[in-house]
């Protein structure tokens, strides 16, 4: 009988038992990760991991082979659509569109930017560096005073309610002063001034309009010290009237200015500021200095009007915040009724702010007709304002300013019998010790 034949039963290794292979792990001209994001690579001509991946085609995956031509097989292409890549984070804009207050983003990402408070840039570097130059000029100020009447703050011959020189040191220093910038009619220039160091009421120790103006004098001309309608924007009355200013422009400016760059944001406050000068120049006693950067301040509160109604639907509350800044406003207004602070400088600059701040703030339209809006009201109020300050210039110098609105200097002025009930020039004659 025959014994079937059995099979021997193959011999089974342990895996450590297998004899290394090298050629087992050479990497192959088309071998595919298998990992589908694209997020792991090994971009080394030497043969890495994946050779065949190409990093500036991510979307592509691995089309390349080992040498850098074409695979014969694109194993790994997509047949799905994907959405778009996001802009990488170190895209960032350059200095000059972030001062101007341009970022190339999307629609929607400026509305999730505006709703979430996050501005164009981070650090409003105008607003500190006005308000260093302002804190140099005040300290000037006082400097002025005290080596002029021994004080940095003025006693005599008038107490300075806000803490701060006298008259004579802030018309020197460069307030805006009509009798210093053009012929006032009914103040001659022959008028004796009280003196820097003059400390009696009635001055005792007078002075002509010329010394009193300072910058040089008139050099035998009429006066005509226009640059104090830029000058008087850098002084401050005193103390208190530094103070809050201050308070004001590093806190609602210079968000402002994070908003909209610091380009268009130092636009926006000088002529804010000038223009409110100018308002000042046509319609106050022009017998009484101002100062201050209120205007210039106010107008940069326009802008977020401007905000407020251009993007109502983005803000928190709304209609809340327009109460409080009804409230802040009706507050700025009242304050403009301070002696040396001009109220015509609050108005002019809001108004200026509100045309400004329209052209330049960036707003965003999120439909056709809202952007139609936005730019009528855009081409409307650039040569609004350009006419604005071309018509009070010209009516500061050739014209009566009172003849044209006889009541409006009771908004920067209350009457008492100081002030002649805010009637003539407000300026106090040394003879009579009586306004004119």
């Known amino acids: 009988m025959t014994t079937p034949h059995t099979p021997a039963t193959p011999q089974v290794h342990a895996p450590e038992d297998q004899p290394f292979d090298p050629e087992s792990i050479k990497p192959s001209g088309h071998a595919r990760s298998e990992s589908q994001t694209g997020l792991i690579h090994n971009d080394s001509s030497d ?128 307030a805006r002063y009509p009798p210093c910038m053009k012929i006032v009619q009914g103040l001659s220039l022959d008028t004796q001034f009280g003196c820097l160091n003059n400390t009696a009421n009635p001055p005792d120790r007078l002075c002509s309009l010329e010394d009193v103006c300072g910058f040089g004098g008139f050099h035998d001309k009429d006066p005509n010290q226009w640059y104090r309608f830029i000058t008087a924007v850098f002084l401050h009355a005193g103390i208190i009237h530094f103070l809050l200013n201050m308070l004001a422009q590093l806190t609602v400016s210079a968000q402002v200015e994070r908003e909209m760059g610091s380009a268009g944001f130092l636009i926006l406050y000088l002529a804010a500021g000038i223009f409110g000068n100018v308002l000042g120049g046509n319609f106050t006693l022009v017998g009484v ?93 650039i040569p609004l304002a350009v006419v604005l300050f071309v018509v009070l210039i010209r009516n500061f110098y050739t014209s009566d300013p009172y003849a044209a609105c006889s009541w409006c200097r009771y908004l920067s002025c209350i009457p008492t019998s100081s002030n002649n009930h805010c009637k003539g020039t407000g300026y106090t004659t040394v003879s009579s010790n009586t306004s004119i």
Do not use: C
């Open 47 to 174: 043969g890495g991991m994946f050779p065949g991946y190409d990093p500036k085609y991510p979307d592509a995956g691995y089309n390349y082979n080992h040498y850098g031509g074409p695979s014969e097989y694109n194993l790994v292409e997509k047949q799905e659509s994907y959405p778009a890549r996001a802009q990488p984070l170190t895209d960032k804009p350059s200095v000059l569109a972030k001062s101007l207050g341009f970022r190339p983003v999307s629609l929607a990402q400026r509305i999730d930017d505006k709703k979430r408070g996050i501005t164009r840039q981070r650090y409003p570097i105008v607003v500190w560096a006005l308000s260093i130059a302002m804190l140099g000029v005040f300290i000037y100020e006082l400097v002025l005073n005290a080596k002029s009447q021994g004080s940095p703050v003025s006693f005599k011959p008038v107490v300075n309610p806000m803490l701060g020189p006298s008259q004579s040191a802030l018309i020197f220093a460069g």
């Open 289 to 381: 200095p101002s100062v201050g950067a209120s205007g210039a301040i106010f107008g940069t509160v326009a802008v977020a009007w401007v905000d407020l109604f251009a993007h109502w639907k983005y803000q928190y509350r709304p209609a809340r915040k327009l109460v409080f800044m009804i409230i802040e406003l009706l507050i700025g207004i009242a304050i403009g009724f301070i002696p040396y602070v001009d109220n015509f400088a609050h108005i002019g600059g809001f108004l200026m702010g509100l045309l400004v701040g329209m052209v330049l703030y960036p707003i965003i339209s999120a439909t056709k007709r809202h952007r139609i809006i936005v730019w009528v009201l855009r081409l409307a109020a």
